[in-house]
Nanobody
Framework: QVQLVESGGGLVQAGGSLRLSCAAS????????MGWFRQAPGKEREFVAA????????YYADSVKGRFTISRDNAKNTVYLQMNSLKPEDTAIYYC????????????????????WGQGTQVTVSS
């Protein structure tokens, strides 16, 4: 099993930046595709970004492409989400998730593709 703990959320003004971190337990971190999802009040949880086991491939939702960057450091068992040019509509709880090594493409956007989830961290972007 994998335990995931997100951190780095907070309050930021529109146009600002935040970097989220997700720390994973165990020694099998590199076996998992990692993803970020978010959920705003009254809305469904939605896909944000994903990264392959080695970090060589990334995948983004259209809404964040060009603004957000996902990365990972397998030596530290940590995945990151760098968020730039933040907008009020980015306000949500952000969740880190770990999925099987074989998932990719459109399957990365599906919540059921991921086996483990963190508790989330709140990101609030003010106008």
């Amino acid at each position: 099993q994998v335990q995931l703990v997100e951190s780095g959320g907070g309050l930021v003004q529109a146009g600002g930046s935040l970097r989220l971190s997700c720390a994973a337990s165990g020694r099998t971190f590199s076996n998992y595709v990692m993803g970020w999802f978010r959920q705003a009040p009254g809305k469904e949880r939605e896909f944000v970004a994903a990264i392959s086991r080695s970090g060589g491939s990334t995948y983004y939702a259209d809404s964040v492409k060009g603004r957000f960057t996902i990365s990972r450091d397998n030596a530290k068992n940590t995945v990151y989400l760098q968020m730039n040019s933040l907008k009020p509509e980015d306000t949500a709880i952000y969740y880190c998730a770990a999925g099987g090594a074989t998932i990719w493409g459109r399957r990365l956007q599906v919540l059921s593709s991921y086996e483990y989830w963190g508790q989330g961290t709140q990101v609030t972007v003010s106008s």
